[in-house]
């Protein structure tokens, strides 16, 4: 009944209202790819110093969990996760958006991450010493499995398409070895420069990746960016109902999402990953899964909203954080003067307890804030004028992978992946194998090293990698994922060749695919050659995979030329708006390369002026024009002075602003 | 009485003065301190601490921000693009940036860096999971002697500080044991709290979050800390292991003499603050005092040990 005490400690009005504020904020910031949850909360921990320790925890936490639930907006509206945490939104949200139903699933969204933020802060209210074992339990080899198990969520996502995904997969797995190796400390694939030294930033990776083909794509059209919703709004009702009716969905990736948040390392991108994976599995129509199944919105917003209180275990119960911005919130932990760690709860139990409701409030508190949020930016999305939403998009963009690092070189970067995205996506390599391969390469990597380095000294490399209790429950977790969908393949072909419809009917030859296939082999040729000068530790890694990519490749390429099924053809020509996305694609190279030079203000403002004109397709008239340029000047003078005055990032200022 | 009460005015007066003229030249904005590391490692918890006493003796706010990867070389290689005028300055961290440049071209070289003072640094020490069967150091290297490489001990990071104690330790007692880098203290304090190694070689830091579901079996500080009173040094048990990561404050190249001085001064002004003093060692930082003066010095000592470590590491050969 004490616990209870604390709620009372916890509903003060000041309280209430750093819960309020913190959701709010969190949220927006979440919502624009780039910003993220551990900038927001580094960027305001100052503040908390002068705010008594629970108020000071209960904004962070606020604006955490804020920030996990807004990059769904990002992921349902525009394809680009606003926070890796929802990289599997993206698979159902957008195409549901695309349909008209934006609106329901930002609802969804929103209900999904609620009872997901009270599950993950319940179970921290209530189990956080046992379940804190959990992230003990955890040993390299289990996150080595978990990778994998990341990885096969490969089959499922490119039924049919599975070799162009596992190639894709390597490709994102040669991303992630770049830069300086974490185990080993080798410099692998750098090119001698100094910008991959730290690797492939993966935030500025994703932005690329997704949202520069939705740039390129909204341009090339003059129909609307998303169909407005025929019934209007966010359709509360209809989406209580749907999340009712998959109580069971919501509740399962919840609890997934709670014990993954108490891995540290592992994060809510994991978490949402799979999650997604078994909501499919359990789907009795998995195939729906990536064509708009609310379920798979479901599955991932409420999986990583409840990493948020999981991730507060290990960091209160241990000491380690669960997440990088459970690191900052104990950093300030610690500058308050409060001992976090096994005597934290029964020393500073007042604290914790005060935080942990103010959290829960903080996550309730999010539904109608939320909704009041997600209502304003769905109907921005669909009345903006398209030649507008294009540049605000580009800008954020740019904008998104710059304030990372106060670096224009993740712009380029993310830049160049984004054209590459949109060339490869054009010959069936979907980009999401490619950020999975990204963001779980480098776990699998130090789980693989590591478990081999404590295996071969205590000589016992086989049970390492296959004895441990833990680890065989995911192996088999992996390989019913892996199988699966090769039955269900299996079963309906055979299906179709009872009904005497061959597989693959009438397809032209995919010369792009066989173009693809062969740079890859190429690439995969010159991984290997790179992996002389690193050391044993460096290159085992690096050389799987390059193995592994050439001989997928050649598979590729080979069934390709004896023109059997192994992926579709690429749609037929370039259609009417080639023109328009090939100035796209040539400005936004020179807008990430000129920030430096001709200053990020004036860069920007150009840049955003040439794409309005770009995507513009209707004869507007003079006003509207004058309109549009005095709206598109504001928005980039907004987010520059933002960046300067408040986030106080190091913008370049060139020869002129 | 009256003529005291004005000499102590005067006095005080006296001696804020220099302190005051500087408050107004020097900083007269915020300054921007770049943590080159993730947030709630060791550097930007020090980082954090210095932050709240920093207004009180600059006159100006400090504004952290991060700006991770490789391992801080990233940062570091990019430090002497920034403009030089004392209002943007580095964390930076011994042996790390001796140690980067031997490995290979990580865009910089040790001598292109410009520390101005390194106020403190957190020892190395040897952690066993509080179920461990070793009790005492000497018990554990009975076991690593008679079992060559099967002792693992999980540190953060390759070719760090914690690696280069590791290959320190193994030379003096004779014995060979597996270093298995994880990505950070927090990633390799789980492996030893979960028994996933022997145990750890990590800061003694990670002692204070843990409490008793640890035991640290020996320190590399000249002495023992304050808050493990218990803990022998290595000295003590007979090697002469001593060190482990410093932290400092570095500015651009381009940076003048007298600001250098003054960034030095501001840093050296905290770590005399009463408050700051007790959060630091409550943490098991061990203070530092040395400054822009003493700088040379040091560095020509650190390199001197860090290059005969990165021998027995076996990088830069």
């Known amino acids: 009944m004490q616990i209870l005490g604390y709620l009372v400690a916890a509903l003060t009005p000041y309280n209430l209202l750093l819960a309020l504020a913190g959701v709010s904020l969190g949220t927006i910031v979440g919502a624009l790819p780039g910003l993220s949850a ?24 606020a604006i955490y969990t804020g920030a996990i639930y807004g990059g769904a907006f990002a992921a349902i509206l525009v394809n680009t996760p606003g926070t890796p945490s929802s990289i599997a939104t993206t698979f159902d949200g957008y195409p549901m958006a695309r349909k008209g139903d934006g609106g329901l699933a930002i609802t969804l969204a929103t209900i999904s991450s609620v009872v997901g933020g009270l599950v993950g802060a319940i179970s921290l209210l209530l189990l956080a010493p046992p379940l804190a074992r959990v992230a003990l339990a955890f040993g390299p080899t289990e996150y080595f499995w978990l990778a994998i ?61 997704y949202c520069i083909p939705v740039i390129l794509d909204l341009v090339a059209t003059p129909n609307p960016h998303l169909r407005a919703a025929e019934t209007g709004g966010l359709r509360l009702a209809e989406g209580f109902r749907l999340a009712w009716a998959n109580k069971l969905n ?22 949402g990953l799979v999650s997604y994976t078994e909501a499919r599995r359990a789907s009795k129509d998995p195939d729906s899964f990536g064509k708009g199944n609310p379920n798979g919105v479901i599955a991932t917003e409420a999986a990583n909203n409840a990493t948020v209180g999981g991730g507060f275990i290990p960091t209160l119960v241990l000491g380690i954080p669960g997440t990088p911005p459970d690191a900052i919130i104990l950093g300030a932990l610690l500058v308050q003067g409060i001992k976090i760690g096994p005597a934290l709860f029964s020393a500073q139990g007042a604290v914790v307890d005060t935080f942990i409701w103010g959290l829960l409030i903080a996550t309730v508190l999010m539904l109608p804030a939320g909704l009041l949020i997600g209502r304003y930016a769905f109907a921005s999305v669909v009345k903006v004028p398209k030649p507008l939403l294009a540049a605000t998009v580009a800008l954020l963009t740019v904008i998104g992978a710059f304030a990372i690092h106060s670096n224009v070189d993740d712009v380029q970067t993310m830049v160049g992946l984004g054209l590459i995205s949109w060339l490869l ?61 090769l039955v269900s393949q299996l079963r309906a072909r055979n299906k179709a060749k009872t009904e005497g419809k061959a597989g693959a009917v009438q397809q032209g030859r995919d010369t792009g695919g066989v173009i693809a296939a062969g740079g890859f082999v190429i690439l995969g040729a010159l991984m290997l050659w790179g992996t002389g000068k690193a050391s044993a530790l460096g290159a085992v890694f690096p050389g799987t995979i390059a193995v592994a990519m050439i001989g997928f490749s050649l598979v590729l390429g080979f069934m390709l030329l004896r023109r059997r099924g192994a992926g579709r053809a690429p749609e037929a020509g370039l259609g009417s708006g080639t023109l328009r996305r090939i100035a796209i694609a040539a400005l936004l190279p020179v807008w990430a390369l000129l920030l430096s030079v001709t200053g990020f203000l004036v860069t920007s403002l150009a840049a955003f002026a040439v794409t309005m004109v770009i995507a513009d397709y209707s004869r507007t008239s003079a006003r509207t024009w004058i309109i549009r340029a005095i709206a598109g000047a504001a928005i980039v003078t907004g987010f520059w002075w933002i960046m300067v005055h408040v986030l106080l990032l190091r913008v370049p200022a060139g020869l002129f602003l | 009485m009256k003529i005291r009460t004005v000499t102590a005015v005067l006095a005080a007066l006296l001696a804020a003065a220099p302190f005051a003229v500087r408050a107004e030249s020097f900083p007269s904005k915020p300054i921007t301190y770049i943590i080159p590391f993730d947030a709630g490692g060791e550097s930007d918890i020090s980082a954090r601490f210095q932050q709240t006493d920093w207004e009180k003796v600059s006159g100006q706010p400090v504004i952290i921000q991060y700006q991770p990867g490789a391992g801080g070389a990233q940062a570091w290689s990019q430090l002497n693009q920034i403009a030089g005028d004392g209002y943007t300055i580095m964390g930076i961290n011994l042996p790390h940036i001796v140690l980067q440049p031997l490995m290979g071209s990580v865009g910089y070289k040790t001598a292109d860096l410009v520390p101005v003072n390194f106020f403190h640094y957190t020892p190395n020490a040897i952690f066993v999971p509080k179920d461990s069967p070793y009790k005492t150091l000497a018990e554990l290297v009975t076991y690593a002697k008679a079992n060559p490489g099967m002792v693992t001990f999980a540190g953060s990071g390759s070719n760090s500080a914690n690696q280069l104690g590791q290959a320190q330790f193994d030379q003096l007692a004779g014995i060979k044991t597996t270093y298995v880098p994880f990505s950070g203290t927090g990633p390799s304090v789980t492996a030893v709290l979960g028994g996933q190694t022997t145990g750890g070689f990590n800061y003694v830091t990670s002692g204070m979050n843990q409490g008793d579901a640890m035991r640290m ?53 905290i770590n005399q603050q009463p408050d700051f003093i007790k959060r630091m060692q409550d943490g098991g930082f061990v203070l530092t005092d040395i400054g822009y003066k003493q700088m040379p010095d040091f560095m020509v000592r650190q390199t001197k040990e860090y290059e005969a470590g990165a021998k027995a590491l076996g990088i830069g050969n």
Do not use: W
């Not at chain 1, 110093?49 to 000071?56: E, K």
């Not at chain 1, 990885?151 to 995904?165: M, Q």
């Not at chain 1, 919501?250 to 809510?268: F, K």
């Open chain 2, 217 to 269: 079996l020996a320190v590399s500080a000249e002495e023992r800390m304050p808050a493990f009173p218990d803990v022998p040094t290595f000295k003590e048990l007979g090697y002469d292991l001593v060190g482990g990561a410093y932290r400092g404050v570095a500015v651009p190249a381009s940076t003048p003499e007298a600001v250098r001085q003054q960034v030095s001064d501001i840093v050296t002004k």
């Open chain 1, 38 to 61: 551990t900038m927001a909360v580094a960027v305001l921990v100052p503040f908390t110093f002068a705010m008594d320790p629970a108020s000071g925890l209960i904004a962070l936490g």
């Open chain 1, 250 to 271: 919501v509740l399962r990736s919840s609890v997934i999402g709670t014990v993954i948040g108490i891995l540290p390392g592992a994060g809510g991108s994991i978490a």
């Open chain 1, 425 to 485: 996506s054009r010959y069936g390599f979907a980009p999401s194998p490619i950020v999975l391969g990204l963001v779980l390469g480098q776990i699998a990597e130090q789980g693989f090293v590591q478990t081999y380095l404590i295996g071969h000294a205590s000589g016992s490399l086989g049970t390492m990698f296959f004895g441990r209790p833990i680890s065989i429950a995911i192996i088999l977790a992996a390989l019913a994922t892996l199988l699966y969908p």
């Open chain 1, 149 to 209: 198990f990341g990885l096969t969520l490969i089959a499922s996502l490119s039924v049919g398409n599975t070799l162009k995904g596992l190639i894709g997969a390597c490709f994102g797995l040669f991303l992630s070895t770049i830069g300086v190796a974490v185990v080993g400390g080798d410099v692998r694939y750098t090119l001698g420069m100094q910008r991959f030294l730290g690797g492939i930033d993966l935030t500025s990776a994703i932005i690329g990746l």
